[in-house]
């Protein structure tokens, strides 16, 4: 099946009510990893590329790194989208549409919003015409300076509001749409709590698949919650790398440190593949015209 747009993987999301999941990979380990539970659940996937491939300057270096992804992407046996996770600059998400990511993220939520709205529209308008979707966000999901943030810290003021989130649609022809409501990036103490009754209300506003960002620390209950209330991409990392490196201290200690590092990369594969594996489950992803 191969690689897929934003548009195609979630076209059956919003009617179904399923979420599909995105995770980041960080090197050839993860990617294989999160391609390969996608393929032995026979589930579409989300593939995202962090935004620091952008500081790579090295031509040559750059087309190797978006070759491997892609190769990797092509020979999928499931639907994969390769997407841009948090573009933070206009240049960054050229980058990627260049580097042939078939999705994007431009993340303007910290931006005044008439100025978040101008370059997402102008991005849908360069994205579009090579064929490419784009993901938008408006309100703000924050993340913790360090450590790990407690609920109560979690800024409701940032939240999404339901009639921005109308506008914004209608303005920049966005496909997919982050939202705020509730969660944050990174480690998280306590238990998160979806806004339901705001979701409720941008779902009636806004017909495009919504999506959460700041999946990790989620417990099942508010994944199902968020999912009936009207996501359809949640995008998780922390608990994949949490997953990965706790893998790694276990084989450590089992072997008070005598292992060849292979034995290492093996046990973070398996963990970072079981907790992708997991969250499909959870999100009720559905194979495409299932
Ligand atoms: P977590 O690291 O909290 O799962 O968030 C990931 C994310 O939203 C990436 O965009």
Do not use: W
């Not at 059956?12 to 390969?36: C, H, M, P, Q, R």
């Not at 593939?47 to 092509?74: K, T």
């Not at 933070?88 to 050229?94: G, L, Q, Y």
């Not at 590092?261 to 015209?289: S, W």
Request: net charge negative.
């Amino acid at each position: 099946m191969g690689l897929v747009t934003l548009t195609e993987i979630l076209k059956e999301s919003v009617e179904k009510k399923y979420a599909v999941g995105a995770f980041d990979t960080l090197d050839d380990n993860f990617t294989e990893a999160i391609v390969a539970a996608a393929e032995e659940e026979g589930l579409p996937v989300i593939l995202m590329v962090p935004n620091f491939f952008a500081d790579i300057r090295d031509e040559r270096q750059l087309s190797f790194y978006f070759n491997r992804l892609l190769d990797r992407c092509q020979r999928a046996t499931v639907p994969v989208c390769l997407h841009l996770d948090h573009g933070n600059s206009f240049a960054c998400c050229v980058k990627a549409i260049h580097g042939g990511c078939t999705s994007i993220m431009f993340d303007g939520s910290a931006l005044p919003v008439e100025e978040n709205m101008a370059i997402t529209k102008e991005l849908v308008r360069i994205a579009h015409s090579c064929g490419v979707s784009v993901e938008a966000e408006i309100g703000h999901v924050g993340s913790p300076e360090g450590g790990e943030l407690e609920a109560s810290d979690v800024d409701a003021s940032q939240y999404t509001k339901p009639e921005d989130a109308k506008r914004f649609v209608e303005e920049t022809g966005v496909d997919a749409l982050a939202v705020a409501v509730g969660t944050v990036h990174g480690l998280f103490k306590g238990t998160p709590k979806i806004d339901t009754e705001r979701l409720d209300r941008i779902r009636e506003l806004v017909k495009i698949p919504l999506v959460l960002h700041g999946g990790s620390g989620l417990p099942e209950s508010e994944f199902r919650a968020a999912i009936a209330h009207g996501i359809n991409k949640i995008n998780f990392f922390t608990g994949l790398s949490l997953a990965a490196s706790g893998a790694i201290d276990a084989k450590l200690k089992e072997f008070h440190g005598k292992i060849h590092y292979i034995e290492l990369i093996n046990a973070a594969h398996e963990a970072c593949k079981a907790a992708v594996k997991e969250q499909m489950r959870i999100f009720g992803t559905l194979p495409l015209d299932a």
